[in-house]
């Protein structure tokens, strides 16, 4: 089954390059089944190239997914143009009164803030609690994941004393167990990681949650409450095979300090890269959405 998106939007005519399968809206619309309904907010200033990643990543199930771009209405980002939030974005206002299946958060760079110093912090709690009441099941990733796990369980983030930059292996906590979100992954996998922060497997076990999978270099890495209703991602499993190498040119040509991306590159030139982590990234969203679709209302009101 497809994904469902507007025609106009960029991810549209990338995706079918790509020989996946996408319609549109009117299209949508002369089928008789009922999508499941999937809300992305997207906190990053790389709007297009992030909502690309995630739309990738749901395209690849047998559901049908209709897809709500959403942004805050407190904070406009000054990265993309005005017209195209306008047109493919919906401020989160205008859906508060709505219900979702499902719902991704995105990291965000303001890592470095507390969390009431983020300029959109009052509505971004607002939609945090939105989600925990209107929606099946919510992915938090990076920043998101530790904003809202310092929302539900105050749980403080901790600074990291070099940035956590690169590639790196994880592994299933529990790999006898079959959990329906890490379904078919293998005990070992690879995630990218790009931050300044962290939070203790400690506290995350001392709020009841579950930690799904760790890493040595990265620590808890995934986590989620007993019901799969809430579920945090300090990696970023959607990246495309190129976005830590922009992000490392980015910072060398602003004279910041960053560390060449840990296990990435396949060689020293700086251009072979070893993408470990696509399959995972593909199977983790492909479960997701399937426990979704077995879990949530047909009705969702």
Wanted: aromatic share 12%; proline share 5%.
């Amino acid at each position: 089954m497809p994904i469902v998106i507007d025609r106009g939007i960029p991810a549209f005519s990338i995706l079918t390059e790509e020989r996946i399968f996408v319609i549109d809206k009117e299209r949508a619309t002369a089928q008789d089944i009922r999508p499941i309904e999937i809300a992305i907010l997207n906190l990053m200033p790389t709007k297009k190239e992030t909502e690309t990643q995630f739309l990738r990543l749901l395209s690849n199930s047998p559901l049908q997914v209709n897809v709500t771009l959403l942004h805050t209405g407190s904070y406009r980002s000054r990265n993309v143009e005005e017209n195209y939030l306008d047109r493919f974005y919906r401020p989160f206002s205008e859906v508060k009164g709505r219900r979702f299946d499902g719902m991704i958060v995105t990291g965000a760079p303001v890592e470095d803030l507390d969390f009431s110093a983020v300029a959109y912090w009052k509505e971004f709690e607002e939609i945090l609690d939105f989600s925990r009441e209107n929606v099946t099941s919510s992915i938090y990733i990076c920043w998101g994941a530790m904003a809202a796990l310092y929302r539900f369980y105050g749980i403080e983030k901790r600074a990291l004393p070099r940035k956590l930059f690169g590639v790196f292996a994880h592994k299933k906590a529990h790999p006898e167990e079959h959990d329906p979100l890490m379904r078919g992954i293998s005990d070992e996998f690879h995630m990218c990681h790009s931050r300044h922060s962290t939070v203790a497997e400690s506290d995350l076990k001392k709020a009841g949650l579950r930690v799904l999978a760790s890493s040595h270099r990265a620590g808890a890495a995934i986590s989620a409450t007993p019901d799969d209703r809430q579920i945090f991602v300090l990696g970023h499993m959607e990246y495309d095979r190129d976005t830590l190498k922009k992000e490392y040119e980015r910072d060398l040509k602003k004279g910041l300090p960053i560390d060449r991306p840990f296990c990435y590159f396949a060689d020293k030139t700086d251009e072979k890269i070893a993408m470990n982590w696509s399959s995972t990234a593909n199977l983790f969203y492909n479960n997701w959405l399937n426990f979704v679709y077995q879990t949530t209302p047909y009705r969702l009101d």
